[in-house]
């Protein structure tokens, strides 16, 4: 029962382009919601959250915005950069220290 | 501040036998949460444990438990492991409730 999915394994995007990464999750109760990036050989690094009573959030290139009626969020990266390039995952939890992974989409952006 | 930290980061066993791994939270941080990373299934929430209290568990078998200690380093062991067992388990700490969790590298285990 994956509660949080990512449906798309991979993408490709031009250096520059915007980069939309997407998350569907199933469980009503999830009421925040992050995105990590992860390196080979590395854990996964914090990137931007949002919490439910929100639907958008911005950090410089990073912007998550959040449908509850849908149970969607993406992440947008304007511009995407080379350096980017990693396996990002969304997460989602219900007020605890439970974090629910989607599977992962890896980013690649190319010049 | 010093990062999380995961020891070994390498680990081969054989079925059947137990492991034990270590985690050492950023300093302050009283949350300490276990993930199991395999292909195709992204990370799997283990358990998560607060002021030496397990607080929250994942659906894993009995054979995966694990402990914190009054310093918030936390193990974790694995008993009579299996194949499926092979992968990168990842230790995250954080503050508490409400504050993203922190990632160490990983220990990358390997049955045999």
């Known amino acids: 029962d994956q509660q949080v999915k990512q449906n798309s394994p991979s993408l490709s995007v031009q250096e520059g382009r915007i980069s939309i990464l997407n998350c569907d999750y199933t469980?009503?109760?999830?009421?925040?919601f992050l995105w990590y990036k992860k390196y080979p050989a590395e854990g996964p690094t914090f990137l931007i959250s949002?919490?439910?009573?929100?639907d958008k959030n911005e950090d410089g290139r990073f912007t998550v915005f959040l449908n509850k009626s849908a149970k969607h969020l993406s992440l947008h990266i304007v511009p995407s950069q080379p350096g980017d390039s990693a396996v990002y995952f969304c997460?989602?939890?219900?007020?605890?220290?439970?974090?629910?992974f989607g599977t992962g989409t890896r980013l690649q952006v190319f010049p | 501040k010093a990062g999380v930290t995961q020891t070994p980061r390498y680990l081969i066993k054989t079925r059947g036998q137990q492991v034990t791994l270590s985690c050492s939270p950023i300093?302050?941080?009283?949350?300490v949460s276990w993930y199991q990373q395999t292909p195709g299934q992204g990370l799997q929430f283990l358990f998560e444990?607060?002021?030496?209290?397990?607080?929250n568990k994942g659906n894993f078998p009995g054979r995966f438990s694990g402990r914190q200690f009054s310093n918030s380093r936390s193990e974790m062991n694995v008993s009579t492991l299996e194949l499926g067992d092979s992968a990168l388990y990842l230790c995250?700490?954080?503050?508490?409730?409400?504050?993203?969790?922190?990632f160490g590298p990983g220990t990358r285990l390997t049955v045999l």
């Open positions: 444990y607060f002021s030496e209290t397990q607080r």
């Open positions: 300093s302050g941080h009283r949350s």
């Open positions: 997460a989602a939890s219900d007020n605890t220290d439970k974090l629910i």
């Open positions: 469980n009503s109760m999830f009421d925040y």
């Open positions: 949002i919490s439910s009573i929100k």
């Open positions: 995250a700490s954080s503050p508490g409730t409400g504050y993203h969790q922190y």
